[in-house]
């Protein structure tokens, strides 16, 4: 999984990793599993690599690079966000009946009787005529002489 923030006011290293852990998207894992991480900030911004990695977590690779006004940083290489995954199938085992009844609410028919009417008026005017072949026609098909 990866992470990747663009940020235009992030001038300080508690301010980028408030964004990091509180953001929209899945939060980071505890296990402080991580491959990269590439951060460009800007000039006056006063952010330290150091920090970042001891929150985050040791990686293998970093990249620090300098841009003219915004802070852009990603990480890769975390974990998968199972913590929010298992919160959603919580979520979804407590509220298996309603979800399974709001499913089958769709597809099932509450009438009593269906007011459809003209189906059945065209499928009576449409039914097929059954042909009457006698003997003789059936093997007249075959004797031709």
């Known amino acids: 999984m990866a992470k990747y923030l663009h940020l235009q006011s992030a001038n300080s290293t508690s301010s ?3 964004t990091v852990k509180k953001n929209v998207f899945a939060p980071l894992e505890c296990d402080s599993v991580i491959k990269y991480i590439g951060i460009s ?4 911004d006063d952010i330290h690599i150091s920090a970042i990695i001891q ?3 040791t990686c293998l690779d970093v990249y620090h690079g300098i841009t003219p006004e915004d802070t852009v940083a990603i990480f890769c290489g975390l974990t998968f966000p199972y913590s929010i995954l298992d919160k959603f199938k919580k979520v979804i085992e407590d509220n298996q009946e309603a979800i399974t009844k709001s499913l089958t609410s769709t597809s099932e028919t509450k009438l009593s009787s269906g007011v459809n009417f003209l189906v059945d008026v065209q499928k009576a005017a449409t039914a097929p005529q059954e042909e009457k072949n006698e003997v003789s026609d059936v093997f007249a098909k075959f004797m031709k002489k």
């Open 41 to 44: 900030t800007s000039v006056q």
């Open 16 to 18: 980028l990793l408030e």
């Open 55 to 57: 929150e985050v977590g």
